[in-house]
């Protein structure tokens, strides 16, 4: 017996639900600094401090508000005083650039691996460790905090210290290539790992081209050539 139109379930509006439940769970973890664990210093961040101080660095252009700290630490406003129990920009804005790359568009309820879908195996990326060994892929991309134990051939990994400020390590063809401090040795880093993306991967990171419109990462790369 066949429903009626009034009688059919309405499954895209509970889907709807659904996604909808999904992205505040997945939004309320990334801004508490719980989305990955490994990739801040802190275990967890207050939500406050998180949601002000990404509203200040959108203001503008070119992230005018980014801060960088010789001394590590931050100033909280809530409590009018410097600590280091408050991520850097450094720290807070590469993790913000991993959650990128793993939910394009800032689609929190999808997970990353609808949007590559046959491809999503190509170059995985992990965040803040590695799988167990017998599990490692031919090639792989990872952000992580401290460097592991063994690098494979087909690795290209960006390590972020913890500390602040953050010294950022970049290892391919089982050796270091760049280890980076400093006020743009953050951007240095993000370039760096896309540029390598792009010559030694394809341009592909967990079944996704860094060109696609999900990301649009590429066109920020290249330069038109000089007429």
């Known amino acids: 017996m066949q429903l009626s139109p009034q009688q059919t ?24 600094g719980e989305w990955v664990k490994g990739l801040l210093p802190q275990s967890s961040v207050r939500a406050d401090y998180t949601v002000q101080r990404i509203r200040e660095l959108a203001e503008g252009t070119c992230l005018k508000n980014y801060e960088y700290l010789g001394s590590g630490e931050v100033y909280d ?33 999808v997970d990353a691996t609808s949007y ?8 995985p990326l992990f965040l803040g460790g590695l799988p167990p060994k017998e599990r490692f892929p031919e090639k792989y991309i990872a952000v992580i905090s401290t460097v592991p134990s063994v690098l494979h051939p087909g690795a290209c990994i960006l390590v972020v210290g913890k500390q602040a400020p953050p010294i950022f390590a970049l290892y391919w063809d ?18 760096l790992l896309c540029h390598k993306i792009k010559e030694g991967y394809g341009g592909i990171i967990r079944g996704m081209h860094l060109g696609a419109s999900a990301l649009s990462i590429l066109p920020v790369m290249e330069t038109e050539a000089e007429d």
Not at 174 to 191: C, E, H, T, V
């Open 174 to 191: 089982k050796k270091p290539q760049f280890s980076l401090q400093g006020r743009s040795a953050l951007w240095d880093s993000i370039l």
């Open 9 to 32: 379930p309405s499954v895209p509006i509970m889907q709807d639900c659904v996604d909808a439940i999904t992205e505040h769970q997945r939004l309320q973890a990334l801004i508490k």
């Open 116 to 123: 590559a879908g046959a491809h999503s195996s190509k170059n």
């Open 77 to 109: 406003k809530k409590n009018k005083k410097w600590t280091l129990e408050l991520p850097s920009d450094s720290h807070l804005l590469l993790y913000l650039f991993c959650a990128f790359l793993e939910h394009p568009k800032w689609m929190l309820h």
